[in-house]
């Protein structure tokens, strides 16, 4: 079966296409519905901020993973997915793990292991 792309896959394919290239204080809003012809109003409708879409690419890579699988994996594999999706998307994770500003993904990640 085809999926049809929504909106929502547009704007993520964008998100993911301009951190490959840029930091995440480079990006705008504006950046990201310019590169898919949506408007803004069309992002606003979907997430809070540009974070929050950043937030999504990052988690929505593993969870294609993991939904593929239904919880049915070794670390083995999943280990070797990682590797492979960190070394396919280089740039996009080196800029969405070095930022350290507002919402950072960093916070989300070590934040729940602390606690």
């Known amino acids: 079966m085809i999926k049809r792309l929504t909106a929502k896959d547009y704007l993520e394919q964008s998100t993911i296409a301009l951190l490959s290239e840029n930091t995440i204080d480079q990006i705008t809003v504006k950046d990201i519905c310019a590169h898919c012809n949506y408007s803004t ?3 606003y409708k979907y997430y809070r901020d540009k974070y929050e879409i ?4 990052f988690f929505s890579r593993f969870e294609e993973f993991f939904s593929l699988y239904q919880g049915q994996i070794s670390l083995h594999s999943f280990m070797l997915y990682t590797a492979n ?3 396919d998307n280089q740039a996009f994770f080196r800029h969405v793990f070095k930022y350290q500003g507002q919402n950072n993904i960093r916070i989300s990640l070590v934040e729940p292991i602390l606690a």
């Open 85 to 87: 999706l960190v070394c």
């Open 41 to 43: 109003r069309t992002f």
């Open 54 to 57: 950043i937030s999504t690419c």
